[in-house]
């Protein structure tokens, strides 16, 4: 899995340029599910048919977004210097120096103009791309106003952990993968989405979820990890903890019955769980919970620090976690579980 996971997350996919990103999940699933289609948004959708597709089956949509955070290109000035504005949530003040890459290939590093007084500093409009070219002709050669820059970082393991920019969510992505694998057979139709554009409000999974019109909704998404040495231990998930189960965030109360299911087969196979409760941010999950008339709707989450950086930080322990948590999830008849 460690080598799925660094195909995944050294691939280029800024929101609403995910082509590259989909067509490697493609390979990826090549011959594991029944169906695949891209649907307008460029949300990729794999279906696993129930085995015995005679009945009318369950259908759970389980979501993980491919999409990163990154930055898109507002101006070229003379100089050949980029001015760019956010895609998704950028923290101004971990992005110095970093490295981006355009859909291109064309590598660039972030910098900021010197600051006359404190509050200038770490200001969008303050920061540059510098793409080595050295006129507004050369720059443009490369690069158009519009085209959007990711990090560029390589995925490095560290033992059990592991860093890499985009772990939001490929790492996602990759456990759906997994999954997707090792499930043989189940009695449940599942539609496996790589969503698009999750970062910029989940658009990808709100049409998705109208599409695909699911009996019961899963994401798999990062949360935080609160165990760095800032972090006052005021809210429950930690790196290595096992796999989050969400009780809330800022767009989700976890749907009861689902967040009970998920608690319960965990301990009954005892896979190592903790909850999640974060107070910033949400996931997909928020999004399909709302379409149509409501849909039961629960979310694993793996604990991720440094979140929208370059360098964000997961544990094996937790993605091993949220592998079998949410096979095991899927290998139950969800229909008698009362969904
Ligand atoms: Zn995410």
Same mark, same amino acid.
Request: net charge positive; proline share 3%.
């Given at each position: 899995?460690?080598?799925?996971?660094?195909?995944?997350?050294?691939?280029?996919?800024?929101?609403?340029?995910?082509?590259? =990103?989909?067509?490697?999940?493609?390979? /990826? =699933?090549?011959?594991?599910?029944?169906?695949?289609?891209?649907? !307008?948004?460029?949300?990729?959708?794999?279906?696993?048919?129930?085995?015995?597709?005679?009945?009318?089956?369950?259908? *759970?949509?389980?979501?993980?977004?491919?999409?990163?955070?990154? #930055?898109?290109?507002?101006?070229?000035?003379?100089?050949?210097?980029?001015?760019?504005?956010?895609? &998704?949530?950028?923290?101004?003040?971990?992005?110095?120096?970093?490295? *981006?890459?355009?859909?291109? &290939?064309?590598?660039?590093?972030?910098?900021?103009?010197?600051?006359?007084?404190?509050?200038?500093?770490?200001?969008?409009?303050?920061?540059?791309?510098?793409?080595?070219?050295?006129?507004?002709?050369?720059?443009?050669?490369?690069?158009?106003?519009?085209?959007?820059?990711?990090?560029?970082?390589?995925?490095? %393991? $560290?033992?059990?952990?592991?860093?890499?920019?985009?772990?939001?969510?490929?790492?996602?992505?990759?456990?759906?993968?997994?999954?997707?694998?090792?499930? +043989?057979?189940?009695?449940?139709?599942?539609?496996?989405? %790589?969503?698009?554009?999750?970062?910029?409000?989940?658009?990808?999974?709100?049409?998705?979820?109208? &599409?695909?019109?699911?009996?019961?909704?899963?994401?798999?998404? =990062?949360?935080?990890?609160?165990?760095?040495?800032? /972090?006052?231990?005021?809210?429950?998930?930690?790196?290595?903890?096992?796999?989050?189960?969400?009780?809330?965030?800022?767009? $989700?109360?976890?749907?009861?019955? !689902?967040?009970?299911?998920?608690?319960?087969?965990?301990?009954?196979? +005892?896979?190592?769980?903790?909850?999640?409760?974060? /107070?910033?941010?949400?996931?997909?999950?928020?999004?399909?919970?709302?379409?149509?008339?409501? =849909?039961?709707? &629960?979310?694993?989450?793996?604990?991720?620090?440094?979140?929208?950086?370059?360098?964000?930080?997961?544990?094996?322990?937790? !993605?091993?976690?949220?592998?079998?948590?949410?096979?095991? $999830?899927?290998?139950?008849?969800?229909?008698?579980?009362? #969904?």
């Amino acid at each position: 899995m460690k080598d799925l996971i660094k195909r995944l997350t050294e691939t280029y996919g800024p929101s609403g340029n995910e082509d590259l =990103i989909r067509e490697q999940i493609k390979k /990826e =699933i090549k011959g594991l599910a029944s169906e695949v289609k891209t649907d !307008v948004l460029g949300n990729l959708i794999a279906v696993k048919k129930a085995k015995n597709s005679k009945l009318k089956a369950l259908k *759970v949509m389980v979501a993980a977004h491919m999409d990163e955070i990154g #930055f898109i290109v507002t101006h070229i000035d003379k100089q050949g210097f980029l001015r760019v504005s956010n895609i &998704g949530g950028i923290y101004l003040h971990n992005v110095l120096a970093q490295r *981006v890459i355009f859909a291109n &290939g064309t590598v660039g590093t972030i910098n900021e103009e010197r600051a006359e007084t404190p509050s200038e500093a770490k200001r969008m409009d303050k920061l540059y791309i510098d793409i080595g070219a050295s006129t507004k002709r050369e720059a443009e050669a490369k690069v158009a106003v519009g085209d959007v820059a990711g990090f560029h970082r390589c995925c490095t %393991f $560290l033992g059990n952990r592991a860093i890499a920019k985009s772990m939001d969510d490929r790492i996602g992505c990759a456990i759906m993968i997994e999954v997707m694998k090792k499930l +043989k057979s189940s009695s449940n139709e599942i539609y496996f989405v %790589f969503t698009t554009q999750e970062e910029v409000g989940l658009r990808g999974a709100t049409t998705a979820a109208f &599409g695909v019109s699911p009996d019961l909704g899963i994401a798999v998404d =990062i949360t935080g990890a609160f165990d760095t040495p800032d /972090e006052k231990p005021k809210l429950p998930s930690v790196l290595g903890g096992g796999a989050a189960i969400k009780v809330k965030d800022a767009g $989700l109360l976890a749907h009861p019955a !689902v967040k009970k299911l998920m608690i319960e087969t965990a301990r009954a196979n +005892k896979i190592p769980y903790q909850l999640d409760i974060l /107070e910033g941010g949400t996931t997909d999950g928020a999004a399909i919970y709302k379409t149509k008339s409501g =849909i039961p709707t &629960g979310v694993i989450s793996v604990p991720t620090r440094y979140a929208h950086s370059a360098s964000e930080m997961v544990d094996m322990v937790d !993605v091993k976690a949220s592998v079998d948590l949410l096979v095991k $999830l899927l290998s139950l008849n969800l229909q008698q579980k009362g #969904f």
